[in-house]
């Protein structure tokens, strides 16, 4: 009903090893991600809302791993190196001397060590030399931009997390509409969401098209 209260329900967020499929986008990283790691260190790379903390996460949970962001790295950090470690959106920022540190750290005590940044550890912008040049030794396990059977999935995960069920020919709309990449998804689920409780309907093919005929993007 027009000026009726909106009230948005809670998202549902799923993070286990059985809430992640694997595709031809991801494959090769969770290969990585399951594997011998040179060196005991990894790169985990992808753009925005490409599932690396999801996967950072199942990792961890499997490893007895703790994870921390990239700045809160400080001061002393050996003790962080007693166990394995995630260290997040090592790209946003980081007290490289601390960085420098922790990965010698994990060295001596032989505890593994996984870094996440949206692009290459090269490209992370460390300008501290001895770090820079452990970064790029770095093996990267890049997430890719998800195809059609990986993106289907993930836009009925997203709308699952804010309980909403939705038909496949919604679906198969966004996905001939849409920028290919896990923000757009994550952008167009909330827009719909949002829209659908404005009109007290459930998200359907003629609620995207209005959304998208009225000038709103998915990206």
């Known amino acids: 009903m027009p000026g009726q209260m909106v009230i948005e329900q809670p998202q549902l967020e799923a993070g286990g090893r059985e809430d992640f499929?694997?595709?031809?986008a991801n494959a090769t990283a969770v290969a990585l991600i399951d594997g011998d790691w040179p060196g005991g260190r990894l790169a985990l790379v992808g753009p925005e809302g490409s599932g690396k903390?999801?996967?950072?996460?199942?990792?961890?949970?499997?490893?007895?791993?703790?994870?921390?962001?990239?700045q809160d790295l400080a001061g002393d950090v050996v003790a962080l190196a007693e166990a394995p470690l995630v260290v997040e959106d090592v790209d946003r920022g980081v007290d490289e001397a601390a960085l420098f540190h922790l990965w010698n750290a994990t060295v001596s005590s032989g505890?593994?060590?996984?870094?996440?940044?949206?692009?290459?550890?090269?490209?992370?912008?460390?300008?501290?030399?001895?770090?820079?040049?452990?970064?790029?030794?770095?093996?990267?396990?890049?997430?890719?931009?998800?195809?059609?059977?990986?993106?289907?999935?993930?836009?009925?995960?997203?709308?699952?997390?804010?309980?909403?069920?939705?038909?496949?020919?919604?679906?198969?709309?966004?996905?001939?509409?849409?920028?290919?990449?896990?923000?757009?998804?994550?952008?167009?689920?909330?827009?719909?969401?949002?829209?659908?409780?404005?009109?007290?309907?459930?998200?359907?093919?003629?609620?995207?098209?209005?959304?998208?005929?009225?000038?709103g993007d998915t990206s």
């Open 21 to 24: 499929m694997i595709s031809r």
């Open 111 to 215: 505890t593994r060590l996984l870094l996440t940044g949206r692009k290459a550890p090269s490209d992370w912008g460390v300008t501290l030399p001895d770090l820079a040049s452990r970064l790029a030794s770095l093996t990267p396990a890049v997430l890719e931009d998800p195809d059609d059977a990986l993106l289907s999935v993930v836009l009925l995960k997203l709308f699952a997390d804010r309980q909403l069920a939705v038909k496949p020919a919604l679906v198969g709309y966004l996905l001939g509409r849409m920028e290919r990449s896990f923000a757009a998804a994550q952008s167009i689920v909330a827009r719909l969401d949002a829209e659908s409780l404005a009109r007290g309907t459930a998200p359907n093919v003629a609620l995207a098209r209005a959304l998208l005929d009225s000038g």
């Open 53 to 70: 903390s999801h996967l950072a996460g199942i990792w961890a949970a499997e490893a007895g791993a703790r994870i921390v962001g990239a």
